[in-house]
C-alpha cells in the first residue's frame, strides 16, 4: 500500500506564494504517475496538474498553467506544487493522488487514481 502525506498549505495573501509537498510511503518501490487535485466548498474536484513516474512528463489545467509548477524528486519520494501568483479563487483543499503506471504521459482524471492524501488547505485572501 502507498501512503501520501501533503503539507505545505496556509493562508496567503493574493499575488503570493506557496509551495506544496506530496510525500509518499509505503510500497515506493513501484512506478507512480502523481496528481494534484483541489476542490472548493461548493464546487467539483478539479484536477490541476499531474506529471509523470519519470518525471518526463507534465500536464497543468488552463486554470493554473504559468502559475504553477510541478516536479518531483524520487530519491526523496515527494512530487512539488509550486504555486505562485496566487488568486482568491486558487482557495480550495489540495490532495495529492498516485496511480501505479508506466506511462509516459499523465492524466488529470480523478477515476485514474487510486491512492490519496488527506489533502491541505490552501487559502488566498487578503
Known amino acids: 500500500q502507498l501512503q501520501l502525506v501533503e503539507s505545505g498549505g496556509g493562508l496567503v495573501q493574493p499575488g503570493g506564494s506557496l509551495r506544496l509537498s506530496c510525500a509518499a510511503s509505503?510500497?515506493?518501490?513501484?512506478?507512480?504517475?502523481i496528481a494534484w487535485f483541489r476542490q472548493a466548498p461548493g464546487k467539483e474536484r478539479e484536477g490541476i496538474s499531474c506529471?509523470?513516474?519519470?518525471?518526463?512528463?507534465?500536464n497543468y489545467a488552463d486554470s493554473v498553467k504559468g502559475r504553477f509548477t510541478i516536479s518531483r524528486d524520487n530519491a526523496k519520494n515527494t512530487v512539488y506544487l509550486q504555486m505562485n501568483s496566487l488568486k482568491p479563487e486558487d482557495t480550495a483543499i489540495y490532495y495529492c493522488a498516485a496511480v501505479s503506471t508506466r506511462a509516459t504521459v499523465c492524466v488529470m482524471t480523478h477515476f485514474r487514481y487510486n491512492y490519496w492524501g488527506q489533502g491541505t488547505q490552501v487559502t488566498v485572501s487578503s
Open positions: 509505503g510500497f515506493t518501490s513501484g512506478y507512480y504517475a
Open positions: 506529471i509523470s513516474s519519470s518525471g518526463g512528463s507534465t
